[in-house]
């Protein structure tokens, strides 16, 4: 069969003006000012300079076939989000155009619209018309939808009373039921609980079988593996990389950070929501101190966060995230994970500090791994959130059963203290 | 946005994004498509408020019933402001009828991008289908204070006048005003917030500027065509020229009125259409 185009993708590109944020609207009397300095500029939109703006995505360019699934893959701020929004139409690009055959349905959030007061039912009905669903394809599908949900019992309460499960539920059932020929799906996942994200992913992968077209960004890695064939990895707003997904996976995780075994953050880098918080560094040391981007998996290592507080910290645990580079989770960590140091630091004051701890030798496989970093005060707020901070490679020289020549499975690799008796 | 969707093969639409200059156009079609939108939108306002208030649909009837008695006792009776030979009570009850559509129109579709920001940002409609869903959530408002006003014409001996057939013109007239200003506002208010606290002033200011509490009548004559540049006028005069048979046909000062609206509105679509772009952007 001739491979059809889903979307065509050209030299697009989208001009943000920094500090565009909600906050940052203009007022009424900046533009009567501007208008008396400068007639002529007050409805025109670009007429601030150059420098008070970004390129979120710039010369980017790719096709799409038919029944393709692609991944899309980038740190924060690569311009993923942008890609979606534009081709989803939420926004337009500044360069380029985009070609898309079919109908496209986006989910960039789920639950769009969803209103606390009104019942799950009359939700279901708001929601797809809101995703572009007719009043009749909403009827023949309803029951699907509700039975979906799972939430059959409480279809006539106002979802405010539901829980936060129910609700997901129910929104992506909804989302789910949209049957567009193009699907572009941001993140989705990262909301709810495994069951939750198991069912998610269920229903990707059957539209993904159905043979439509599914442009898919996620953070998490594995899901990225299950459901994608092809990524495109995405960084400072360029298209890097496009390649078979175990390749862009593989190179996502273990480029664009120093090979030095440290990472720094200079103060742009560092979103203002972060604040009182502010990361530094982060440090990998061998036992004398140096900083390595090589250790040796039977030699321990001490990572080391460097940050400073701007103001003191109530409940403020600073931990580290260990991922191999497919995105499995091998350990989460926190510096107040000891109940005495707990009690210590239950209020942090303003200052700068250094919370370091150490990965034992004999615990890690061969192979390149990655430290992420978070900073959050539990069920208050997450300060900070950076999933790849630095990586590093470890070395098996030593490690136990490195007689045989042969990758093992797993990413720890214990001495297991193995015995062996006759009996 | 610019998009042609062109006919390729059976069911296969060929959309192509590319970044607009200048106006651009109404895009009207979307507008068609996304039709059942508005009417969501609609119903949800009105359940949403009836839900969510002790008194829900009576809010409806209180508003307008409360401001004509108000009117009626200072206005009518200790001011004696004249209505045209019609009692005070009925006089006033169908200026604010109209009224009413229009400014839920001003303070609801004016702030209704701004509220509805996570749709704006999260999925692709045309966005005019927010002002306006805001717009006709009034007409059912409308509706039901209108039972009040037939409730006064009989307790009142009014019968309604042989022209009461072009009533739904001038509400047609009421909500192509409501709309244009609805428009403006809301896309005017995403670009700069003061919008939200110049609307209720502004709601205020025009109240005066219509003859809702005094007859259009007492307008000396040179003037009159100068007043009726407020749409709302012919409105009112018209309603009440419609159901009460006042002398002032609906001449010059409707024409004038209708003239403004319809000009209000043309021009609030285009600009909400150029502004449209930068929502996601700047909501």
Redesign the interface.
């Known amino acids: 069969m001739m491979s059809e185009l889903a979307i065509k993708v050209e030299d697009l590109g989208k001009q ?1 003006r920094i500090g ?1 944020s ?1 906050e940052r ?5 900046d ?1 009567l000012v501007q208008a008396v300095t400068a007639p002529g500029q007050l ?1 025109r ?1 670009n007429g601030s300079r150059s420098r008070d703006r970004i390129w979120a995505l710039q010369e980017v360019s790719f096709d799409v076939q038919k029944g393709q699934v692609l991944g899309v893959i980038g740190r924060n701020g690569a311009g993923k989000s942008t890609l979606l ?20 349905g ?1 989910l ?2 789920v639950g ?2 969803f ?1 606390p ?2 019942t799950g039912r ?1 939700n279901i ?2 929601n797809g ?4 669903m ?2 009749a394809e909403i009827d023949a599908k309803f029951d699907e939808i509700v039975a979906f949900s799972e939430v059959e019992k409480f279809i006539d309460t ?1 979802v405010k009373r539901y829980s936060s499960g129910m609700y997901l539920r129910l929104a992506f059932a909804v989302a789910a039921h949209l049957e567009p020929d193009i699907l572009v799906v941001d993140e989705v996942l990262a909301v709810g609980d495994a069951e939750f994200q198991r069912k998610c992913l269920g229903k990707m992968s059957d539209v993904a079988q159905q043979g439509r077209t599914v442009l898919f960004v996620s953070h998490n890695m594995s899901a990225i593996l299950r459901l994608t064939e092809e990524s495109l990895v995405l960084d400072k707003g360029r298209l890097l990389l496009r390649a078979p997904t175990t390749q862009a996976v593989d190179f996502y995780m273990s480029s664009g950070f120093s090979d030095t075994g440290q990472r720094l953050w200079e103060p742009d880098e560092v979103p203002s929501e972060a604040a009182p918080f502010r990361p530094l560094a982060v440090r990998l040391c061998d036992t004398l101190g140096r900083v390595v981007d090589t250790i040796r998996s039977t030699e321990p290592v001490s990572v080391a966060v460097d940050y400073e507080l701007s103001a003191p910290v109530t409940g403020l645990r600073v931990g580290i995230y260990l991922l191999t580079t497919r995105g499995e989770y091998v350990l989460t960590s926190f510096d107040t994970d000891d109940p005495e140091l707990y009690e210590q630091y239950s209020v942090r004051p303003a200052g700068r500090y250094v919370s370091a701890c150490t990965l034992p030798g004999n615990f890690l496989n061969e192979g390149r791994y990655v430290i992420g970093l978070n900073a959050s005060s539990f069920r208050v707020k997450r300060y900070f959130q950076d999933e790849q901070a630095l990586t590093f490679t470890v070395d098996g020289a030593g490690a136990p059963g490195m007689q045989w020549p042969e990758a093992r499975l797993g990413p720890v690799r214990p001495d297991l203290n193995w015995k062996i008796e006759a009996a | 946005m610019a998009h042609t969707a062109l006919a390729n093969k059976p069911e296969e639409e060929i959309l192509i994004i590319r970044p607009t200059r200048g106006w651009g156009t109404l895009n009207l079609r979307d507008l068609w498509i996304y039709r059942e939108l508005v009417y969501f939108l609609t119903w949800r306002d009105l359940k949403v408020r009836y839900k969510q208030t002790a008194l829900g649909a009576a809010w409806a009837i209180l508003q307008p019933v409360l401001s004509m008695v108000v009117f009626s006792v200072f206005f009518g009776g200790l001011l004696n402001v004249p209505s045209d030979g019609i009692p005070y009570p009925v006089f006033s009850y169908t200026g604010l009828l109209p009224w009413g559509v229009f400014s839920k129109a001003l303070n609801d579709a004016g702030r209704s991008l701004v509220t509805n920001r996570t749709m704006i940002t999260k999925i692709y409609f045309p966005r005019m289908v927010i002002p306006l869903a805001s717009v006709l959530a009034g007409v059912v408002d409308f509706l039901i204070a209108f039972i009040v006003l037939l409730g006064l014409m009989v307790y009142f001996h009014i019968q309604p006048t042989s022209n009461v057939w072009a009533l739904p013109l001038f509400l047609l007239l009421a909500l192509i005003t409501a709309s244009g200003v609805g428009l403006w506002l809301s896309a005017m208010n995403v670009l700069y917030r003061d919008i939200g606290y110049i609307i209720p002033f502004l709601t205020q200011l025009w109240f005066y500027l219509t003859p809702i509490v005094y007859p259009s009548s007492e307008i000396p004559e040179k003037w009159q065509l100068l007043y009726a540049l407020n749409p709302m006028v012919g409105v009112v005069e018209g309603f009440r020229w419609a159901l009460l048979g006042t002398e002032t046909a609906p001449g010059p000062m409707v024409a004038v009125s209708a003239v403004i609206a319809v000009l209000m509105l043309i021009t609030g679509m285009f600009y909400f259409r150029r502004m449209e772009r930068t929502f996601a952007d700047m909501v």
């Open positions: 943000y565009l909600p609207y203009r007022t009424l009397r533009s409805i939109l929004k534009i081709l989803s139409r939420v926004t337009e690009p500044t360069t380029g155009m985009v070609e898309i055959h079919g109908r496209v986006s960039l959030e769009t619209g209103h007061e009104l009359e009905y708001l018309a809101i995703l572009g007719k009043r106002p």
